[in-house]
């Protein structure tokens, strides 16, 4: 009796074990997304005023009307929360930050040769012409834009329009760390790399994300960033058919976990030790309870 509610006890805590184990081998993963990309186009959603500033040097700033509103402008712009900010450089082309909201897209702000600051409020849409680039970079200055908030990389591809110049993604590469969630516990999880006419989308963003994008000597922008999301996907060129699927989902999950998190390994290793000694000594509780039991003899 004794050695059967010793084994009984085995069992009820084996399996209190592998119930924790599977717990946690089930919470939710969230994915911290590193990108670094070559693209044409990068578009994010300003979520508030924290660091939602761009540095300005002489450049044109445009309503929607066809006279801009100011020319060689150089200042300060502070963006305002909830605005669509797309930035676009086609080759080696001029530069091109469109700013569209339902209210206005922030404040301009420069200061005079008299030492005076000046502060203008702009209206719901407005686009900033960036000419420069080439000049610039040629004198030893880096021009780095602030992107911060939702950010979406490259444009969907469908199919071409005549006489249309299209922004699109060159190539990328995106790096990928998982993260548990309740647990401190982070590990790296696959990599993968953009290819040109992909679209990279967040999807279920945890946060904001936060980076920069680079303008230098080669065609386009160089653009960072990372941003943590439930999931995320990567949008292929081409229209969508019954056939074939455009999109596919990339994002941290439980194989990661288990090749590279030190933790979960380690118990997924104790866990394994434990199962095959219970496994053994249930077995041997076995083998003695059947020696013990008396044999009861047959008679004809």
């Known amino acids: 009796m004794k050695i059967k509610n010793q084994k009984n006890t085995l069992i009820v805590g ?10 946690y081998c089930f919470l939710p993963i969230y994915t911290t997304y590193y990108i670094s990309a070559n693209t044409e186009r990068v578009k994010f959603l300003s979520l508030d005023k924290n660091n939602s500033k761009v540095n300005l040097n002489n450049v044109t ?17 502070d963006i305002n929360d909830s605005i669509d900010v797309t930035i676009e450089r086609v080759g080696f082309g001029p530069a091109t930050i469109t700013f569209d909201g339902q209210k206005s897209v922030g404040n301009l702000s420069w200061i005079t040769l008299d030492g005076k600051e000046h502060i203008k409020e702009l209206s719901n849409y407005n686009e900033i012409d960036i000419n420069n680039i080439e000049s610039e970079y040629r004198a030893g200055k880096s021009q780095i834009i602030r992107i911060d908030g939702n950010i979406d990389l490259g444009k969907k591809i469908d199919y ?9 993604l060159k190539e990328g590469e995106i790096n990928m760390i998982g993260k548990t969630k309740y647990i401190s516990s982070n590990f790296e999880a696959s990599k993968k790399f953009l290819q040109i006419g992909d679209q990279f989308v967040i999807n279920e963003p945890i946060g904001k994300g936060f980076g920069f994008v680079n303008f230098n000597e080669n065609a386009g922008m160089t653009v ?9 996907k990567i949008v292929k060129p081409g229209p969508i058919d ?13 194989l990661d976990r288990f090749k590279n998190d030190s933790k979960f390994s380690l118990l997924s290793i104790i866990i394994g030790f434990i199962l095959i000694l219970t496994t053994i000594i249930t077995f041997t509780y076995d083998s003695i309870n059947f020696f013990r039991e008396p044999k009861v003899q047959k008679y004809n």
Do not use: C, H
Not at 224 to 232: D, E, G, L, N, P
């Open 14 to 23: 084996l399996f209190l074990i592998i119930g924790v184990f599977l717990f």
């Open 61 to 77: 700033i445009w309503a929607e009307d066809t006279v801009p509103i100011l020319q060689s402008f150089t200042g300060t712009l």
């Open 160 to 168: 071409e329009i005549k006489d249309e110049s299209t922004a699109i």
């Open 224 to 232: 960072s960033y990372r941003i943590m999301a439930k999931t995320a």
């Open 242 to 254: 019954a056939l074939s699927s455009s999109d596919y989902e990339i994002k941290a999950n439980i």
